[in-house]
T-cell receptor
Framework: KQEVTQIPAALSVPEGENLVLNCSFT??????LQWFRQDPGKGLTSLLL?????REQTSGRLNASLDKSSGRSTLYIAASQPGDSATYLC???????????FGGGTRLMVKP | EAQVTQNPRYLITVTGKKLTVTCSQN?????MSWYRQDPGLGLRQIYY???????DKGDVPEGYKVSRKEKRNFPLILESPSPNQTSLYFC???????????FGSGTRLTVV
């Protein structure tokens, strides 16, 4: 079974820190990988999409990397702010079909 | 504004009373999906559609129905809701397999 794992499940950091969120997947034959942000009780906001042929994508203070051979993706957040507090979800598309396999998420708290 | 719109946002209903959660997207996307999110279980796919009149089961389809009669709409139907269908539901759409997903704001359903 294809699985996606995110560790740690929760993370608390002081404001201003650079941090890395981890996502691992069991099957390296992925199609693409998408990072989302979810605020409590809210919908999912897409942050970054990485195609299987790409190594990284950047948007503002966010940088996502992809290493298919090791089955890992990381989301790097630079100079964290309290407004970054949310749950971050990693989702993998394993084929050209219409399904995402989600990790359990990392709940991030950035303290002022 | 490009978006996926779900209605209602909140719904409390009684066991056995048929209900429909609507989903509409204005981006001319081919792919549409329904997910449910439960504590400890994460996001799981219920049903998906890859085009008009083309639908298929996801990981947890029991107790649900869908239809895709037109490209923009993908309603989720609960013929006889039960308390174990109490959950947060999300509709999502994607242009095709090369593009990321856009999620709706969610529908919080409580079945008593």
């Amino acid at each position: 079974k294809q699985e996606v794992t995110q560790i740690p499940a929760a993370l608390s950091v002081p404001e201003g820190e650079n941090l890395v969120l981890n996502c691992s997947f069991t099957d390296s034959a992925i199609y693409n990988l998408q990072w989302f942000r979810q605020d409590p009780g809210k919908g999912l906001t897409s942050l970054l999409l990485i195609q299987s042929s790409q190594r990284e994508q950047t948007s503002g203070r966010l940088n996502a990397s992809l290493d298919k051979s090791s089955g890992r993706s990381t989301l790097y957040i630079a100079a964290s702010q309290p407004g970054d507090s949310a749950t971050y979800l990693c989702a993998v598309r394993y084929n050209a079909g219409n399904m995402l396999t989600f990790g359990g998420g990392t709940r991030l708290m950035v303290k002022p | 504004e490009a978006q996926v719109t779900q209605n209602p946002r909140y719904l409390i209903t009684v066991t056995g009373k048929k209900l429909t959660v609507t989903c509409s997207q204005n981006m001319n996307h081919e792919y549409m999906s329904w997910y449910r999110q439960d504590p400890g279980l994460g996001l799981r796919q219920i049903y998906y559609s890859m085009n008009v009149e083309v639908t298929d089961k996801g990981d947890v389809p029991e107790g649900y129905k869908v239809s895709r009669k037109e490209k923009r709409n993908f309603p989720l139907i609960l013929e006889s809701p039960s308390p174990n269908q109490t959950s947060l539901y999300f509709c999502a759409s994607s242009l095709n397999s090369l593009y990321g997903y856009t999620f709706g704001s969610g529908t919080r359903l409580t079945v008593v």
